[in-house]
């Protein structure tokens, strides 16, 4: 079965700092891997989607990596603002499933 | 282009009391799941939709549990009755079907949060 693992569990960073999130899985037979914010008391919503073929994605002051070979993909977010702070999770598509990580939650400090 | 639609967003019921949640999918999206989502957890699945045929429940309760897609489009999950565990957030996503195993990209509602007492 297919484990996904994000670390940190959690993450607090100054205003304007680079950070990086990492998600690891354990079985490297995927289609894609997709990066979901989620707000408190909200539903997750969808940052970057890397097809098993890419090597990465940039959506603004994001970009995904995805290395399927060693199972890992990161999230980098340039210059972070206190609007970023909310819960990170990702997503391995197996084709048939999802399986999700437990996600890192993000403080950015203003 | 309107996204995932869910509701009631909150509903606070007595164990033993049933409750039902519904969710109605982007158009054109196929595939429909069903999702739930304990506090600090990432989302677990409790069943997927290929249009109106539930082609994975095997993580659903069916002593419990029961969920219709008439149609093929909206969608009602039951829970019935619900117990103190149930309560959780549970989401419904939809993606659009690309062939024979679905490789598109998912989107959630705003999700149904349940307390029960």
């Known amino acids: 079965k297919q484990e996904v693992t994000q670390i940190p569990a959690a993450l607090s960073v100054p205003e304007g700092e680079n950070l990086v999130l990492n998600c690891s899985f354990t079985?490297?037979?995927?289609?894609?891997l997709q990066w979901f914010r989620q707000d408190p008391g909200k539903g997750l919503t969808s940052l970057l989607l890397?097809?098993?073929?890419?090597r990465e994605q940039t959506s603004g002051r994001l970009n995904a990596s995805l290395d399927k070979s060693s199972g890992r993909s990161t999230l980098y977010i340039a210059a972070s603002q206190p609007g970023d702070s909310a819960t990170y999770l990702c997503?391995?598509?197996?084709?048939?499933?999802?399986?999700f990580g437990t996600g890192t939650s993000l403080t950015v400090i203003p | 282009e309107a996204g995932v639609v869910q509701s009631p967003r909150y509903k606070i019921i007595e164990k033993k009391q049933p409750v039902a949640f519904w969710c109605n999918p982007i158009?054109?999206?196929?595939?429909l799941y069903w999702y739930l989502q304990n506090l600090g957890q990432g989302p677990e699945l409790l069943i997927r939709?290929?249009?109106?045929?539930?082609?994975?429940d095997s993580q659903l309760p069916k002593d419990r549990f029961s969920a219709e897609r008439l149609k093929g489009v909206d969608s009602t999950l039951k829970i019935q009755p619900a117990e103190l565990g149930d309560s959780a957030v549970y989401l419904c996503?939809?993606?659009?079907?690309?062939?024979?195993?679905?490789?598109?990209?998912?989107?959630f509602g705003e999700g149904s949060r349940l307390t029960v007492l």
């Open positions: 996503a939809s993606s659009p079907y690309r062939g024979i195993t679905n490789t598109g990209e998912l989107f």
């Open positions: 079985d490297s037979a995927i289609y894609n």
């Open positions: 890397i097809q098993s073929s890419q």
């Open positions: 997503a391995v598509n197996t084709g048939n499933q999802f399986y």
């Open positions: 158009s054109g999206h196929n595939t």
């Open positions: 939709y290929e249009n109106e045929e539930a082609v994975d």
